[in-house]
């Protein structure tokens, strides 16, 4: 593990077809996000409206994660995620049909995102099967492949949206679903089903999730860790906030995929930077003190300062987050047995979408009350408030000992 490269990783044929749908599907999702931002927002005018709309294309994988998850712990993961792909396919497909009422798009759209959560659940479970000992060189891999995906589909989000209109760039989104379950499914071994336990449906899904729920609420250490994700909701405030922004700076759309994008760039030279420079061994150490750390930079815009300074804060914020995050992550999949790996995942994964969708929410609310100036600024206070105090309990659970995982 200690001198596993990029390269070495990437020799690995399932992986690299995960990855590679991975990365797709987020470039595909990222160029419709902008769509419907920038469109929602030139109707309303309305930054809460805007926000709303954005919170639209996170939360329900709340409630996806709470009672879908569990499928990944029952079923074959390689047909979870196969099953998610097509059917999202599907669903996208239905919301680039002309004409189609902005309140079923939005229906569509909450089910498109639910249906995010198993298909997530089911892929983090099965990586660490997939890439046993360089499970985190991967993870760092995805992480920063993924920030990439994000800054590309950001940044040309409205010159496609320009160019195909909202209904070309779904169909884009169509497109990248589909390539995905097809490199999953013929990409990736047929895993016997996990070993899990309860039963299916309703009542099982509920079961398995308060399971879940006590299993983490009773450790400590991934307690913290859950509790430092959750606090990553202040940090997505300024991608959410981009558009009010640059109106209120006075700057355009194509101004806007640039804001968008800043948080994931710096996200991918967070990742690079913290897995280059920072010991294998120091990495834990550091989670605490990187969740504050990416609170300081949203503290200056409450002065509202013009584009190049504004880019600056949010890649500087969004690289510390990324890199705490991407630890975080990777020792509470560590501290989980396999068989309730799926379902821990869901139920951290619909926490921290929780509190994202929540911070986007009450952002927009603020930034039409005072400024998206303010909205950002306050984000970065309550993140370096509440860091700080998790920070301190990580500091005395993180070392609790972690269970022996067979790959």
């Known amino acids: 593990m200690r001198h596993a490269t990029f390269s070495s990783v990437l020799r690995n044929g399932e992986f690299r077809a995960v990855w590679t749908a991975e990365f797709g599907s987020l470039v595909g999702d990222q160029l419709a996000r902008v769509a419907v931002a920038v469109l929602v927002f030139e109707r309303t005018a309305s930054a809460t409206a805007a926000t709303i709309t954005y919170a639209l294309s996170i939360v329900p994988s709340v409630l996806g994660g709470f009672l879908l998850s569990w499928t990944a712990d029952r079923y074959r993961r390689r047909t979870v995620m196969v099953l998610a792909d097509v059917v999202r396919a599907l669903l996208v497909a239905l919301m680039a049909l002309p004409g189609l009422p902005v309140p079923l798009i939005a229906v569509l759209l909450v089910v498109v ?42 940044a040309v989000g409205g010159l496609v949206v320009a160019l195909l209109q909202p209904s070309g760039a779904l169909l884009i989104d169509v497109a990248t679903f589909l390539v995905s379950a097809l490199l999953v499914r013929f990409g990736t071994a047929a895993r016997a089903r996990p070993d899990g336990h309860g039963r299916p449906g309703a009542a099982g899904a509920i079961a ?65 930077a913290f897995v280059r420079f920072v010991p294998l061994a120091a990495r834990e150490r550091c989670v605490g003190v990187l969740a504050v750390l990416a609170a300081v930079p949203l503290l200056p815009v409450l002065v509202a300062p013009p584009m190049p300074l504004a880019l600056v804060c949010w890649a500087v914020s969004g690289a510390f987050a990324t890199a705490y995050v991407l630890q975080g ?15 821990a995942l869901g139920v951290a994964s619909s926490a921290m979408i929780a509190t994202q969708g929540l911070a986007v929410v009450l952002a927009g609310v603020l930034a039409d009350a005072a400024a998206p100036s303010v909205a950002v600024a306050v984000a970065g206070a309550v993140g370096l408030a509440t860091s700080a105090v998790v920070a301190a309990a990580w500091r005395y659970t993180r070392d609790a000992a972690v269970p022996v995982i067979r790959y």
């Open 113 to 154: 995102v639910m249906l995010r959560a198993p298909h997530t659940a089911a892929q983090g479970a099965v990586l660490p099967q997939i890439l046993g000992e360089r499970y985190e060189q991967g993870l760092v891999l995805r992480q920063i492949s993924s920030q990439i995906a994000q800054v590309g589909g950001f």
């Open 208 to 272: 398995h999730v308060v399971t879940g729920l006590r299993a983490i609420a009773g450790d400590p250490p991934r307690r913290t860790l859950v509790l430092m994700a959750m606090i990553c909701g202040c940090y997505v405030v300024p991608e959410a906030i981009a558009v009010p922004y640059a109106a209120q700076i006075g700057t355009g759309p194509t101004e806007v995929g640039l804001l968008m994008a800043a948080g994931p760039l710096g996200g991918v030279l967070g990742a690079w």
């Open 329 to 343: 992550q990777a020792s509470f999949v560590r501290r989980t047995p396999d068989a309730e790996r799926g379902q």
